[in-house]
């Protein structure tokens, strides 16, 4: 009898277990396509991740709960920011939906600049290793830049060497 008590308590303490993590999983109200991630991002490019850190730290207000450095490869959209020395900084607000960056792997990073500050994303936004692109998606990506380009020819620079 006390045997099945506890695998009765074990069983329950599983099932919360099992609901917490459904609680604390990423939500996104809508998974974009490629192209629909693209139309909305600011900026898009394909990265090198140089340095991820963990640390906290307060920046004009906002809490920051890390951040990661990426290398620039291949800019695709760029919402009239030049890039220093082929170098971003990523911000993480340490959400569910953060992108877990790996150092030295390459990622398709679609951000956001709604906060004047800080370039940040997450899975929400589309943001994926380049490993799991396909020829397709990047050629669709090359014409979608094209077509960025030509409709605002300021949006796209260089980067800066």
Do not use: W
Not at 15 to 28: A, G, Y
Not at 66 to 89: C, F, M, P, Q
Not at 100 to 129: H, M, N, Q, R, W
Not at 131 to 143: A, F, G, H, P, S
Request: proline share 2%; net charge neutral.
């Amino acid at each position: 009898m006390v045997a099945i008590r506890k695998i009765n308590y074990l069983f329950f303490f599983v099932i919360c277990l099992l609901s917490c993590n459904d609680l604390l999983s990423c939500d996104c109200s809508k998974i974009n396509n490629l192209e629909e991630s693209f139309k909305q991002a600011s900026h898009v490019f394909i990265g090198t991740v140089e340095l991820v850190n963990c640390d906290s730290e307060i920046r004009n207000n906002n809490l920051i709960l890390g951040y990661s450095s990426i290398k620039i490869n291949k800019i695709y959209k760029n919402a009239g920011r030049n890039v220093e020395g082929g170098i971003l900084t990523l911000f993480n607000y340490k959400t569910s939906c953060d992108i877990p960056f790996v150092e030295g792997v390459k990622y398709l990073i679609f951000t956001d600049a709604s906060d004047c500050y800080f370039l940040k994303t997450s899975k929400c936004d589309g943001t994926l290793k380049i490993d799991n692109l396909q020829v397709e998606d990047l050629k669709l990506l090359t014409r979608l830049s094209e077509q960025e380009g030509k409709e605002d020819p300021e949006r796209i620079y260089p980067i800066k060497k």
